[in-house]
């Protein structure tokens, strides 16, 4: 049974970071592609920001924190994590790592529909 299980999240003020850590069991890690999402509160919008393949040298970030975030793995650890820094309250939310076995990057890497697994979430608050 594949397990995806996120830590880091916390609440930090506006100019803060934070790294996210997010350990896989239950698959092939090597053999995955990894991505984070976030929800903010009250929305159901599931807005994909990371996404990484599985030999960590493709990635793609979304517009909202190109700059600011970094998305990396550690196929030895079966780890993917997300840094985040110079946040805003925007970023506030909870964090989703997911994985999937079939490459999203052609289909739309963007789209949380195309990551059969994901975590429990971590939550990320930002506020002065």
């Known amino acids: 049974q594949v397990r995806l299980v996120e830590s880091g999240g916390a609440s930090v003020q506006p100019g803060g970071s934070l790294r996210l850590s997010c350990v896989a069991s239950?698959?092939?890690?090597?053999?995955?592609?990894m991505g984070w999402f976030r929800q903010a509160p009250g929305s159901d919008e599931r807005e994909v920001v990371a996404s990484i393949n599985p030999r960590g040298d493709v990635s793609f970030l979304a517009d909202t924190v190109k700059g600011r975030f970094t998305v990396s793995r550690d196929n030895t650890k079966n780890t993917v994590y997300l840094s985040l820094t110079a946040l805003t309250p925007a970023d506030t939310g909870m964090y989703y790592c997911m994985a999937a076995e079939t490459s999203p990057f052609a289909v739309g890497w963007a789209r949380a529909s195309n990551y059969p697994h994901w975590g429990q979430g971590t939550q990320v608050t930002v506020s002065s």
């Open positions: 239950g698959l092939i890690f090597r053999s995955h592609y």
